[in-house]
């Protein structure tokens, strides 16, 4: 009689559980570990010496004040009437710009300029067009929207100078933020 071959029984499912978990395991924690991504660090900016410049040049820079815990100022930009400014191009008129991130990471900017207020409104707007207007305690701002619906801001023209705030956001957080701005050196 011939020796019978002796099979192997097929392995208990657990078996191959546990050996699909050994070799899924390290490559599920390398894949997440590798997914993390860190919050980039702010960089925060002292608008001090800007709003200084800008009063000394007698312009009344617009500067948000008793802004709530959390608020952190990550631009300052001064360029005077014929300097040239961020994009190398000289400025028509002085011009300032304060960014600022709030706790929850929405940028808010508030630009401001004494030159023809239509290109600043349509740059920082990104050619945005009209969308009523919001009153805010005396003063009436004229609202706008980027054609892609993202960007919102509401623009100032006063004393031949435009002030704009703008941000990614609804107009009830930028006209939130645009109650606590001030003019500083305004007489």
Known sequence: MAAMARTRPNPPVIHMIVAIVVVLAPALLAVAWFQRVPDAPVA????APVIAAAQAA???IAVPSKLPEGWVCTRARWTPLGKPGVSGAYAAGNTAGLGYLSPDRVYVAVDQSDAAPEVLISDVTRRGRPDGTSSLGERTWTRYVSDDGRTRALAL???GRVTIVSADTGYPAIEAF???LTWSGQA
């Not at 925060?44 to 608008?47: M, N």
């Open 58 to 60: 007698q312009f009344p």
């Open 44 to 47: 925060k900016v002292d608008p």
């Open 157 to 159: 023209i006063s004393d």
């Open 178 to 180: 645009a109650t606590t």
